[in-house]
């Protein structure tokens, strides 16, 4: 079980808006500190999508916004696109465990 | 900025492997940097951290006592020493530059990952 909650699945028509929530908790999200979501593709290492809470890497499309409220983040993908096919996992840092960094479980996006 | 594993195989139960990461692009000694793996088919999962000196280090408690993290900055490279290996350790194994994180006397203050290699697969299995 991942600190941070994430759906398991999202689908949503090319075109749709999807949204992938994360749940956390006060020794984490809800603590302050900031969320980062990566992208990864099939067969391919997790990519950095999202940092800190809202912020996009150069070259990372508009389409992908990202915001955080309390304990809870969300990742949006609106106007989706076959190429958007991907798992998506959350990240951010808990001060209570041994080691700092937690990641949510994942959310396959599937452009149906 | 570039980030190579290598070390990667199969090994039996209880037997040790060092994986090695290769960087390249940046200023190697100016960062955190962390080892990430994700079992077959699932998530992804934090292993250790060290820090810009390699004098301070960090586990996830699946990896306490069995896995040690080190880094040669003057070869810009990475090393994760795992002993004591388990079936559940099998995973791709991921090194990842970490942007802003820092070590102060409240101990890691991990951030984001910007930059991730391509990955090493681990297989333990008699």
């Known amino acids: 079980q991942s600190v941070l909650t994430q759906p398991p699945s999202v689908s949503g028509a090319p075109g749709q808006r999807v949204t992938i929530s994360c749940t956390g908790s006060s020794s984490n999200i809800g603590a302050g500190y900031d969320v980062h979501w990566y992208q990864q593709l099939p067969g391919t290492a997790p990519k950095l999508l999202i940092y800190?809470?809202?912020n996009r890497p150069s070259g990372v499309p508009d389409r992908f916004s990202a915001s955080k409220s309390g304990t809870s983040a969300s990742l949006a993908i609106t106007g989706l696109q076959a190429e958007d096919e991907a798992d998506y996992y959350c990240?951010?840092?808990?001060?209570?465990?041994?080691?700092?960094?937690?990641f949510g479980g994942g959310t396959k996006v599937t452009v149906l | 900025v570039q980030l190579v594993e290598s070390g990667g195989g199969v090994v039996q139960p209880g037997r040790s492997l060092r994986l090695s990461c290769a960087a390249s692009g940046f200023t190697f000694s100016h960062y955190l940097v962390h080892w990430v793996r994700q079992t077959p088919g699932k998530g992804l999962e934090w292993v250790a951290v060290?820090?810009?000196?390699?004098?301070?280090?960090s586990y996830a408690d699946s990896a306490k006592g069995r896995f040690t993290i080190s880094r040669d900055n003057s070869k810009n490279t990475l090393y994760l020493q795992m002993n004591y290996l388990r079936p559940e350790d099998t995973a791709v194994y991921y090194c990842a530059r970490d942007n802003g994180g820092y070590y102060d006397d409240s101990g890691f203050q991990s951030y984001y990952f910007d930059s991730w290699g391509q990955g090493t697969l681990v297989t333990v299995s008699s």
């Open positions: 990240q951010s840092y808990d001060n209570t465990l041994s080691g700092d960094v937690v």
């Open positions: 060290i820090s810009v000196d390699g004098t301070k280090t």
């Open positions: 800190a809470n809202t």
